[in-house]
Each structure stands twice: as structure tokens, then as C-alpha cells.
């Protein structure tokens, strides 16, 4: 098959080539917080009950497993999860190839598809796992086989991202069935795996049933007994949005390292004047904010005349483009900035409905 992507960069001017290898470098640059201290220390507290052996006295593998553990990760929308836990992931010696498909890699990470099902997701897992049949198998087989390939092929960890598609998605039965599977690929006295579980925050009601689900032939937990179970085999971290005006220096901070990387400068006022309203522009959340800096970033070096200074203009701009929002629906125009709702896109003002545009298919729809 030809180089799809050869045709993109085929299209680009020199310039354009420059611009694009620069951009990739921008975007491509992680600005870590305590926050990843976090994950990371949980990630380590995981993967070593995945190796704590029942009986000490004989060698690793199959049936002489402890149970595996869970960590799981929430946060709003925009907030980073999935970076973070890649991150996680690419800075731990045991788990720095798992981005790579034909390295003997021990973790896996699979984005759930939207609507998912139990059947969905075990395809999902096979298909990262390599094996994608031309005919999809059905829920029984695919999950027989999910098992028989994290065996065989010696995965620890699952890193099940979005876990939200199948919590909103699926109905009272579907959302059991899944609970037992999952506890069941944790308890599996066979070979057990640990998992990671990253979503949106209502996720964490789900998983804390996961905890407590009974395994074939046990009774329901106590209501004590469902607490302890749950401190004992999860631990959960949510990310905070950011906030002012405690996380004005992290943001001015992030804007400089990326900006420097252009060869851009910031105003003397960014802390003051740009950074409050960028936190307000991009929801609060992090991974928002440093894709939005990267957007003003990659609009100044195609705009001529942007100067090297990302001056509050700039950022307007970007709004402007990022959204088709009007002067007052912008904050970075708007002189009651905090009363803007950041949220709506293609607004002039904040008292007028959202304007129609049209789908795909030519007929006209509301935003």
C-alpha cells in the first residue's frame, strides 16, 4: 500500500515541511506535574503484585499468581488522561516498549470504542493484541481467546482508555457482565492481569462495583467488607482542573517552554493579563490548555506580521479560530471575560442561539 502519509508531506512547500517538523516537536512535548508523580508510584505498586507469586518457594507463571490490583485514573474531558498514563507507561523500564506492536511487550493499551459492549471490547483488546479475523467473533469466543493471548503472550497490564463508551453506553445487563469480566481477568487464578482504567469522572462509581463484584460461588460482600475490598485492590486518582490563581505560574510556565521551542517570546503581562483568561478558554484543563498553545503557536508561524511575541491579540486570534466565536463570546476580547461560556462555539454574542450549520450532507442543524 502506498505511504498515505507521503502524499500529505509531499504537498508541503519547504516551508511548510519546516513548519510541520517543528509543530510535531511542540505538540510532541510533555510538561509533566506532581500529578504523574502520582500515576507513576501507582503504576510501580501495580506491576509488582502482578509479579508477587503465591508460592514463593516455586518459579512465575500460570497458576502461581497473585490476584492483580487496578489503578484508575479520571478526569474531565481535555484533562490529559491518556497522555499521562502513555507517559506513565514510556517512563517505566518494564513497560517502555508497549507502544511498540513487535517488541515482546507486557502491557497493552486499548481505546474503547463508542457504543462498547462486552463484545466490543474483547474485540478491541484482540485487535490490539494482533489478532483481527476477517469475520469479528462473538462475545464467548472473543473473550475465550482475550485470555488465552494475554497468557500466551505474557501481558500484565491492560490499559482499558475510555472507559466512559461502555458505562454511558451500555445497559443495566451489559454493565454486569462486564463487571464480572473484568474482576474475572484480575482474579483469573490462571494468569491473572492488572488494569488500568482511564475515563471520565463518573467512572469510578463503575469501577468501585468492579471491586467489590463476587467472584462464581461467593457470596455478596458486607457493606464494611465492600469498602476494604475496594481500598485493598484499586487506587483511584482523579485530575483536578487547574485553577486560579493558584495554577497561573504552571501555565505561564508551559506557554514559555513551548513558546521557546518556536523561538517565541511571551509579554511581560502573560501571567496577568493572557494567562487567566487561557485557563478560563480552555475549560480549566490541562491537556486543553497545552493543545491550545500549540494552536497559537502554529497560527503565528503561518500568519505574516504575528511578530514573536504571544501577545493577548494572538491568543484571540486562535479563539477566534479554534471556535468562529465573535468578539464578546471570546476572552480574550471580552471584557467581562469570566462570564464567557467557553463552551459554545460559532456565537457572536452570549444571548444568541446557536447559529445553524450545515452536515455533511448539505441539510442545515444546530450546533
Not at 480549566?284 to 493577548?312: A, K, N, P, R, W
Request: aromatic share 6%; with cysteine; net charge negative.
Amino acid at each position: 500500500m502506498a505511504d498515505p502519509f507521503a502524499r500529505v508531506l509531499g504537498s508541503f512547500d519547504e516551508a511548510g515541511r519546516m513548519r510541520h517538523v517543528l509543530m510535531e516537536e511542540v505538540r510532541g512535548r510533555y510538561l509533566d506535574l506532581d500529578r504523574d508523580d502520582v500515576v507513576a508510584e501507582h503504576l510501580a505498586w501495580v506491576l509488582g503484585m502482578t509479579a508477587m507469586r503465591i508460592d514463593p518457594t516455586r518459579p512465575h507463571g500460570p497458576g502461581n499468581r497473585a490476584e492483580c490490583r487496578s489503578v484508575v485514573v479520571v478526569g474531565a474531558s481535555g484533562a490529559g488522561k491518556s497522555r499521562l498514563i502513555r507517559r506513565a507507561f514510556a517512563c517505566n523500564t518494564a513497560l517502555d516498549d508497549f507502544a511498540d506492536q513487535e517488541a515482546p511487550r507486557i502491557a497493552i493499551s486499548v481505546q474503547l470504542p463508542s457504543p462498547c459492549t462486552l463484545q466490543t471490547m474483547g474485540q478491541a483488546i484482540l485487535a490490539e493484541l494482533g489478532y483481527e479475523p476477517e469475520r469479528a467473533p462473538g462475545e464467548a469466543v472473543a473473550w475465550t481467546r482475550v485470555r488465552k493471548l494475554l497468557e500466551r503472550r505474557g501481558i500484565l497490564v491492560v490499559h482499558l482508555d475510555e472507559m466512559h463508551n461502555a458505562t454511558e453506553t451500555a445497559n443495566v445487563l451489559e454493565l454486569a457482565k462486564i463487571r464480572k469480566t473484568m474482576k474475572a481477568l484480575m482474579a483469573n487464578p490462571r494468569w491473572p492481569v492488572a488494569l488500568i482504567v482511564s475515563g471520565l469522572p463518573h467512572v469510578t462509581e463503575f469501577m468501585e462495583a468492579v471491586a467489590v463484584e463476587p467472584l462464581p460461588g461467593q457470596e455478596p460482600m458486607t457493606p464494611v467488607d465492600r469498602e476494604t475490598e475496594v481500598r485493598r485492590r484499586f487506587r483511584f486518582v482523579e485530575l483536578q482542573p487547574l485553577a486560579l490563581p493558584t495554577d497561573l505560574e504552571v501555565v505561564k510556565n508551559a506557554a514559555a517552554n513551548l513558546a521557546k521551542m518556536a523561538g517565541f517570546d511571551l509579554p511581560n503581562d502573560f501571567e496577568t493579563e493572557v494567562a487567566p483568561r487561557l485557563l478560563h478558554a480552555t475549560l480549566y484543563q490541562y491537556g486543553t490548555c497545552l493543545e491550545f498553545i500549540g494552536d497559537v503557536i502554529e497560527l503565528m508561524l503561518t500568519q505574516e506580521g504575528s511578530g514573536t511575541v504571544m501577545t493577548l491579540d494572538r491568543f484571540a486570534d486562535g479563539y477566534a479560530k479554534r471556535t468562529g466565536n465573535g468578539a464578546p463570546m471570546n476572552p480574550f476580547v471580552a471584557p467581562d471575560w469570566p462570564k464567557v461560556d467557553c463552551r459554545a462555539i460559532l456565537r457572536e454574542r452570549d444571548d444568541q442561539a446557536p447559529r445553524e450549520r450545515a452536515s455533511a450532507s448539505g441539510r442545515r442543524r444546530r450546533s
